[in-house]
T-cell receptor
């Protein structure tokens, strides 16, 4: 069963704008990760946030985590056409989850128009 | 390092045929996993391994077998292909131990069963 659910399912913005994607999950977690998938390719890890962290930055990426609401958001600032991809959140789930048993959401398809 | 490699990239099977999807990693990762991705869906875990000689079932294991005789290789076997197994298959690996680590994904195998 899908643990994470991304919102929105699709997002279209202009180059230079910020993009925000949200992820909600159902059970307690140890950590939450965000991945990017370019069309027809494998997933690439973007950022990992642990359950005791509230915010994390990596370059133009900012991730927040609210464990009380069981939700996370991924913000991409000053987007570029090359950011066009699908973005997935993945959780390990405290109950039986681990590095090797990630549960992925269905993803947000981000289109950045030049 | 080549990272995670998968062969073949594309495969067409007839219903009832069997085949093996190959996966190899050269990063000395303990953990390896197989996922399938269907249109509009996230990734679903098929089988995983926490080390050579140790495998276990994920969310959707029916119709698939795995083995892990070496740290590097983790082949996925389709016993008797069915149209419902038409999908894109991804292999992933990560470090083991108690800390959370990112997963490294292969480029995928696109399988069509007719």
């Amino acid at each position: 069963s899908q643990q994470g659910e991304e919102d929105p399912q699709a997002l279209s913005i202009q180059e230079g704008e910020n993009a925000t994607m949200n992820c909600s999950y159902k059970t307690s977690i140890n950590n939450l990760q965000w991945y990017r998938q370019n069309s027809g390719r494998g997933l690439v890890h973007l950022i990992l946030i642990r359950s005791n962290e509230r915010e994390k930055h990596s370059g133009r990426l900012r991730v927040t985590l609210d464990t009380s609401k069981k939700s996370s958001s991924l913000l991409i600032t000053a987007s570029r056409a090359a950011d066009t991809a699908s973005y997935f959140c993945a959780t390990d789930g405290r109950s039986g989850g681990s590095n090797y048993k990630l549960t992925f959401g269905k993803g947000t398809l981000l289109t950045v128009n030049p | 390092n080549a990272g995670v490699t998968q062969t073949p990239k594309f495969q067409v099977l007839k219903t009832g045929q069997s085949m093996t999807l190959q996966c190899a990693q050269d990063m000395n990762h303990e953990y390896m996993s197989w996922y399938r991705q269907d249109p509009g869906m996230g990734l679903r875990l098929i089988h995983y391994s926490v080390g050579a000689g140790i495998t276990d079932q994920g969310e959707v294991p029916n119709g698939y077998n795995v083995s892990r005789s070496t740290t590097e290789d983790f082949p996925l076997r389709l016993l008797s292909a069915a149209p419902s197994q038409t999908s894109v298959y991804f292999c992933a690996s990560s470090y083991g131990g108690g800390r959370p680590y990112e997963q490294y994904f292969g480029p995928g195998t696109r399988l069509t069963v007719t």
